[in-house]
């Protein structure tokens, strides 16, 4: 018996503009239109705003910590473009505030959930996003979950995961991968390849030559894009989307992209990191070939960065107010959301403020207080 | 995006017995199993609740592991009874997912020993969902399946999880010890607007009783006394309510009395009747299968001292299995768990 091939396949690889700003007229052809692609370069200036001015709150003490995005605009903003408002289902990790804006959450909610308020996770009506998952990982399941119920209650919906590089090694991406695929269900896994998974890079974190082929092990249609390139990672998120949306189940995009800031605030990437490396992906700041490819269309001067960026400044000025002058919450309000009714023992807890180690009956004992604010 | 906390209002049931009195006589009722209990309370409130699905390892095709499942493929279809991959974790933060959407899941471990690897999704995301989203996303999702030793499965397999997971708030945890309750408590769980750990014993899933054909519900946080006496108060849940009832048999021809109370659920904990017992006894003997380390027998003790202190005449004593992991020889594990010769004479020791 002669031995044969069994499987065998490829990944492809889409940029649509290049880092001088220049298109592939022929690929540009169904995505982004000239308008569009200036507003969402406006936005994509207030982000950029947003990030240095969460960093500035951190290092003055305001914010606990924050996670910036500088540098990955253009996966966010390109996917989530690409997901339908108030249809598709965004289910994120911590590295794409911009598709979250997109789909309508305030931002003042992504400052409120870092400086540690869980109103910042009350995700407002109309707008479909889960919190921001913190353990690596664990939201691509429910993503998968999420997905299945679409899926059971005939809804066209779809659910678009995030997860960075660094993630696609825990053994939930694996089970969420396989999961999708046996189901079937309309799932789209966004991976943000940044190079870096805090100091860990990329080809220590895995031996594979990318990471889009580990969706293969799945059968799953799979992409590597220039995640830089706002045009290309939209129409890899569309045309995954709305296939999962048709029915043809789950997608893998790889997107490769760039963290030029340092992993979070707790983090100085400058000691591990190489500069020559660093300032080689500068060039390739989605941004940076957004303005050229504007400004060669005459839709783009300085003038108009520099009024873009003064209004930036003034947006972002009222968004740090709405997250600091929201009223402080209740230190009692700690007990309201363990369980969807307060069980007796918590509620005695809440009265008191108390622990029930403290005796018999901690209201007698006279601890009883009024519940303060902090 | 609408909240998963709405749930529609339990139906009035048929009958509510007082659940804190022993079980109906079993005099020309009907008798069913264990699994035949479980497997009405799932399939009576799928009939009643599209959301619902059912899935776990071997659930559909083979009609369960354990055959507690048996047929209800054929009744709801492949697309509410799921036979998923080999996959803990995969399954129960899928459920998550699909419990945020508005679907609710009944997750089947063929062990809770497994549920191990499942740890982050069921410790450090179902519990904390409600909390961390400021009250906007529930989990309501049961998670159910065998636990505890005693069928000669070795030490990897032989899990009672529930001393390690009644630590963690945001969960109920629910431990029946017989087919009567064991229904009863399901279906309160599946309606349950949080997530419902439901905790089952391979030894017991063969059991016998008497469980009536019309629809209950048992609430949560409400413990059975099965035994009513003077001397001395005998607290467990699940399996090993059934040795305690033994050892009372036997103390009951020494002349000793006992209340014996069946949590029926851990959390919540009906910590009020044990006290009311205790107040009345002076005694107390908690018996758990659970390691003794930090266990809920230390937590019932820890709770009885601070609120029963001056009523107790002697101090109160646990019966957990001893501090080693489970062994697989027969007779060693037999020796290793709690049973009705060691509860006996810790209640003799409490009245010594
Ligand atoms: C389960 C888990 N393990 C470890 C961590 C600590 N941790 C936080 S972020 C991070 C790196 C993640 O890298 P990647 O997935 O590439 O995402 P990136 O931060 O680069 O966007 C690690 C190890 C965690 N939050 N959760
Ligand atoms: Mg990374």
């Known amino acids: 018996m002669p031995s044969r091939t069994v499987y065998s396949a490829?990944?492809?690889?889409?940029?649509?503009?290049?880092?001088?700003?220049?298109?592939?007229?022929?690929?540009?052809?169904?995505?982004?239109?000239?308008?569009?692609?200036?507003?969402?370069?406006?936005?994509?200036?207030?982000?950029?705003?947003?990030?240095?001015?969460?960093?500035?709150?951190?290092?003055?003490?305001?914010?606990?910590?924050?996670?910036?995005?500088?540098?990955?605009?253009?996966?966010?903003?390109?996917?989530?473009?690409?997901?339908?408002?108030?249809?598709?289902?965004?289910?994120p990790c911590y590295r794409e505030n911009a598709a979250l804006f997109l789909h309508g959450l305030p931002m003042h909610y992504i400052l409120l959930h870092w400086m540690g308020d869980e109103r910042g996770n009350q995700i407002p009506e109309?707008?479909?996003?889960?919190?921001?998952?913190?353990?690596?990982?664990?939201?691509?399941?429910?993503?998968?979950?999420?997905?299945?119920?679409?899926?059971?209650?005939?809804?066209?919906?779809?659910?678009?995961?995030?997860?960075?590089?660094?993630?696609?090694?825990e053994g939930d991406f694996h089970e969420a991968m396989n999961f999708a695929s046996t189901l079937q269900v309309p799932c789209v896994f966004f991976c943000q390849n940044n190079q870096w998974a805090i100091s860990v890079p990329r080809d220590q974190q895995m031996n594979s030559a990318t990471v889009a082929q580990k969706a293969l092990a799945y059968d799953m249609p799979t992409i590597q894009v220039d995640g830089n390139d706002l045009l290309a990672v939209h129409k890899a998120s569309k045309d995954a989307i709305e296939r999962a949306r048709q029915g043809g189940g789950p997608s893998f995009i790889e997107a490769v992209t760039y963290r030029l800031a340092d992993h979070t605030t707790a983090d100085d990437a400058r000691r591990y990191r190489d500069t020559k490396e660093v300032?080689?992906?500068?060039?390739?700041?989605?941004?940076?070939?957004?303005?050229?490819y504007l400004e060669r269309k005459n839709l783009w001067s300085d003038e108009k960065q520099k009024a873009a960026e003064e209004k930036a400044k003034v947006f972002v000025a009222d968004v740090v107010k709405a997250a600091e002058t929201i009223e402080k919450p209740l230190i009692s309000d700690i007990f309201d959301y363990t369980y969807a009714e307060i069980p007796e023992e918590l509620e005695r807890q809440k009265r008191t403020m108390r622990t029930s180690s403290l005796g018999q009956d901690p209201t007698q004992a006279g601890l009883a207080a009024e519940p303060s604010t902090y | 995006?609408?909240?998963?906390?709405?749930?529609?209002?339990?139906?009035?049931?048929?009958?509510?017995?007082?659940?804190?009195?022993?079980?109906?006589?079993?005099?020309?009722?009907?008798?069913?199993?264990?699994?035949?209990?479980?497997?009405?309370a799932m399939s009576e409130e799928m009939r009643k609740d599209s959301r619902i699905f059912l899935m776990g390892e071997e659930v559909a095709q083979y009609n369960g592991a354990y055959k507690i499942s048996q047929g209800m493929l054929d009744e709801f279809g492949p697309l509410r009874i799921i036979d998923s991959p080999i996959s803990e974790n995969g399954f129960a933060g899928l459920a998550v997912g699909a419990a945020m959407y508005g679907l609710r899941p009944i997750i089947e471990f063929m062990s809770w020993s497994f549920s191990l690897v499942a740890a982050d999704q069921i410790l450090n995301n179902v519990p904390k969902m409600l909390y961390m989203s400021g009250g906007q996303w529930g989990c309501p999702v049961v998670f159910r399946g065998n636990d505890g030793a005693g069928g000669q499965l070795g030490s990897t397999h032989s899990w009672c999880v529930e001393g390690l997971y009644a630590n963690v708030p945001g969960v109920k945890i629910v431990i029946p010890s017989n087919p009567y309750d064991a229904k009863g408590l399901l279906k309160t769980a599946i309606a349950d607007p949080d997530p419902v750990f439901f905790l089952e014993s391979e030894r017991m899933l063969g059991d016998k009783a008497h469980v009536p054909p019309e629809e209950y519900y048992i609430p949560f946080g409400q413990a059975a006394l099965l035994r009513e006496g003077k001397d001395c108060t005998i607290v467990s849940f699940g399996r090993p309510v059934n040795f305690c009832l033994e050892a009372d048999e036997a103390l009951r021809a020494e002349g000793i009395e006992c209340d014996v109370l069946d949590m029926r659920t851990i959390r919540p904990l009906d910590i009020d009747s044990?006290?009311?017992?205790?107040?009345?006894?002076?005694?107390?003997?908690?018996v758990d299968q659970c390691w003794p380390f930090a266990s809920v027998a230390s937590e019932v003790v820890t709770q009885v001292?601070?609120?029963?202190?001056?009523?107790?005449?002697?101090?109160?004593?646990?019966?957990?299995?001893?501090?080693?992991?489970?062994?697989?020889?027969?007779?060693?594990?037999?020796?290793?768990?709690?049973?009705?010769?060691?509860?006996?004479?810790?209640?003799?020791?409490?009245?010594?």
């Open chain 1, 10 to 91: 490829s990944v492809e690889y889409l940029q649509i503009m290049d880092e001088e700003g220049h298109v592939d007229a022929k690929l540009a052809k169904d995505t982004l239109s000239d308008e569009e692609i200036l507003k969402l370069y406006q936005f994509m200036v207030d982000c950029r705003q947003l990030d240095e001015i969460a960093f500035k709150l951190q290092r003055s003490g305001r914010m606990g910590t924050y996670p910036q995005n500088k540098g990955q605009e253009a996966a966010a903003i390109g996917s989530g473009y690409a997901a339908k408002k108030g249809v598709d289902f965004l289910v």
């Open chain 1, 126 to 169: 109309g707008v479909n996003m889960t919190p921001l998952s913190i353990p690596i990982g664990t939201q691509m399941l429910h993503a998968t979950g999420i997905a299945w119920a679409f899926k059971l209650k005939k809804e066209p919906r779809v659910a678009i995961t995030y997860f960075g590089d660094g993630a696609t090694s």
């Open chain 1, 279 to 292: 300032d080689a992906w500068i060039g390739k700041d989605p941004m940076i070939r957004l303005r050229k």
């Open chain 2, 1 to 40: 995006m609408t909240t998963t906390l709405e749930h529609p209002a339990l139906p009035e049931p048929a009958i509510l017995p007082d659940f804190t009195k022993p079980l109906p006589s079993r005099e020309g009722d009907r008798i069913i199993q264990f699994r035949e209990a479980l497997r009405e």
């Open chain 2, 274 to 286: 044990i006290i009311a017992s205790v107040k009345k006894t002076g005694r107390i003997v908690v």
């Open chain 2, 305 to 352: 001292i601070e609120r029963a202190f001056d009523w107790l005449d002697h101090q109160p004593l646990r019966v957990n299995t001893e501090d080693v992991p489970t062994p697989y020889s027969k007779i060693l594990e037999a020796e290793y768990l709690p049973n009705p010769r060691k509860i006996a004479a810790a209640v003799r020791k409490t009245l010594a």
